[in-house]
């Protein structure tokens, strides 16, 4: 099992930054981290891609947060940040980090983690 702990959420001006944080730990041995990533979920919408990194490296970002948000990870901390700049309200969401990771270097089976949350209001 692999928990996923997201901070740094809040209420910001449009136009404002914030970074967000995910806390990675397992209870179970994991072998790869095949991908760590960040969606959001806006009110009676579905939820949506912001970015994503896999274990290589590359990224992946939204066209809409392109040039806006950063996604890194720290390595030594163990954490997933994605950095957010020029805030805009329609960026109003919970904010989900998110993990697929194999535990068995066998099988290689990848399993999906997400996890609970933290709330990012753009005020206009």
């Known amino acids: 099992q692999v928990q996923l702990v997201e901070s740094g959420g809040g209420l910001v001006q449009a136009g404002g930054s914030l970074t967000l944080s995910c806390a990675v730990s397992a209870s179970k041995s994991v072998f790869r981290y095949n991908s760590m990533g960040w969606y959001r979920q806006a009110p009676g919408k579905q939820r949506e891609l912001v970015a994503t990194m896999i274990t290589a490296g590359e990224t992946t970002y939204a066209d809409y947060v392109k040039g806006r948000f950063t996604i890194s990870r720290d390595y030594a901390e163990n954490t997933v940040k994605l950095q957010m700049s020029d805030l805009k309200p329609e960026d109003t969401a919970v904010y989900y980090c998110?993990?697929?990771?194999?535990?068995?270097?066998?099988?290689?089976?990848?399993?999906?983690?997400w996890g609970q949350g933290t709330q990012v209001t753009v005020s206009s």
């Open positions: 998110k993990t697929v990771a194999a535990h068995n270097p066998i099988t290689k089976r990848a399993y999906e983690y």
